[in-house]
């Protein structure tokens, strides 16, 4: 027999689950990174993950300056104050700080330094596209898909000049400001020769499904995406129900395109700390179950941000093929919290469901925030072979290849039916 198809022993698992999460690229679903033809768009280097929002809301707890205060600053200076506060005057311990000093470790920089020069002068010598080869080698990804805003004017702009598609940088069409901000953006769109308006009757939805045909051509998405608040009530007679009834799920099924749904945001808590302003809520999932039963024929990906929430997304997996849970978003990545959800879904889901993805925002956070996925899925993995091993069943590499392979790159590949 080869060595790929012999049974392992139960001492080989933990080495061998290691080996095949470190030699699989994965493909990373949902990022807020860009594609160097979306000039200046893409944030790395040193400032940029110091400022990070997760970065900035820590630091809020341990200085005394004011948000007011601390953007009025420029960014080399807020992240100048973050060095101090964070990394010099207490140990990094958090999982977005220690994420900073995992990739100035793996770029070979001094973490115990008391300054910054050293990381600027390094990521100022380097370019983009140095950095991305760099990156996604280090991450261990072949893939991150982009988060595209069709109502961003900087955006929207370089799209409507012709992006050519660059197949590591795959583009989702977001639709946040369309869904969650009509009222702001539908004379937008007017301007841009949409009849609509602003209560969006039967003229005016087939006019914005128009404006999403119109963007599908442009960025060939591998999926629509909104994130909707803890309170998202399907069932009722909100606008943005409307919204997704007569537009949003007939595009997507006339598209071919899944919608992600992510769930449970309470944006703008406190507004004074701007993208580090938003918290959570538990979201009452019978609105995600009507989507899923009335509409047979769309596809959702489904993200929660309540830990709450996480139970019951498994149940409702379990019952409809439509909904495909993904990640462990935002305040959910952290060790722990990722642990637990992971080991539930293995439990209930079997392969079924994506278990990660980075939400990176800065380019190098990539290297770090899958180091990190891939250090606390491994003895989850291996315990599991060891349990079904114990009840009997033979273990194979190969078919820990498949199954890690299933997770991180089949089940999306499957579920937007592409190629990545
Ligand atoms: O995780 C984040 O960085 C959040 O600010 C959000 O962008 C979230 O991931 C989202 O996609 O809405
Ligand atoms: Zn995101």
Redesign the pocket.
């Known amino acids: 027999m080869k060595d790929m198809d012999s049974a392992l022993s139960v001492a080989q698992l933990p080495a061998v689950v290691d080996a095949v999460l470190a030699e699989t690229q994965f493909i990373d679903m949902h990022t ?1 990174l860009f594609q160097p033809a979306l000039k200046g768009l893409m944030c790395w280097g040193i400032d940029e993950l110091l400022t990070y ?1 997760y970065c900035e809301a820590e630091f809020f707890r341990s200085a005394e300056m004011t948000p007011a205060e601390y953007f009025a600053l420029s960014k080399a200076e807020r992240a100048d104050r973050i060095w101090t506060a964070l990394f010099v005057e207490n140990e990094p311990v958090s999982e977005a700080t220690r994420g900073v000093i995992a990739v100035l470790q793996t770029f070979g920089l001094n973490p115990n330094t008391g300054d910054l020069r050293q990381a600027r002068e390094f990521f100022s010598g380097r370019t983009l596209e140095q950095q991305i080869e760099a990156c996604f080698r280090m991450a261990g990804i072949s893939a991150a898909v982009m ?1 595209n805003d069709p109502l961003d004017g900087e955006e929207a702009g370089m799209w409507k000049q012709g992006v050519a598609a660059d197949a590591r940088f795959p583009a989702v069409l977001r639709l946040d400001r369309v869904l969650e901000g009509w009222e702001q953006n539908y004379e937008r769109l007017q301007q841009e020769g949409y009849a609509v308006d602003r209560s969006c009757g039967r003229h005016s939805s087939a006019e914005l499904r128009r404006f999403l045909a119109d963007w599908a051509k442009r960025m060939n998405p591998v999926y629509m995406a909104v ?1 909707l608040p803890d309170n998202f009530d399907y069932t009722g007679d909100e606008f943005r129900s409307h919204l997704l009834r007569e537009v949003i799920l007939p595009a997507c099924e006339e598209l071919d395109l899944p919608l992600s749904l ?1 769930i449970g ?1 309470r944006r703008q808590v406190n507004p004074e700390l701007r ?1 580090a302003g ?1 918290a959570l809520g538990r979201a009452d999932l019978r609105s995600l179950e009507l989507l899923c039963l009335e509409y047979p024929r769309n596809r959702f990906l489904v993200s929660l941000l309540s830990r709450e929430n996480q139970h019951e997304l498994c149940v409702y997996a379990r019952k409809f093929r439509n909904l495909l849970p993904f990640g462990c ?2 305040f959910l990545n952290n060790g722990s919290i990722v642990e637990e959800i992971t080991r539930e879904r293995l439990e209930m889901l079997g392969l079924s469901f994506i278990p990660q993805h980075s ?1 990176a ?1 800065v380019l190098e956070q990539v290297v770090y925030k899958w180091r990190n996925t891939r250090r606390t899925l491994a003895p989850i993995l291996s315990e599991s072979y060891r349990l079904l091993m114990e009840d009997g069943r033979a273990v194979t590499r190969a078919a820990i290849e498949r199954d890690v392979q299933r997770l991180f790159r089949g089940n999306f590949e499957q579920f937007v039916g592409r190629k990545i």
């Open positions: 807020h929002h988060t994130s992510m945001v993208l938003d978003w935002w939400d925002r």
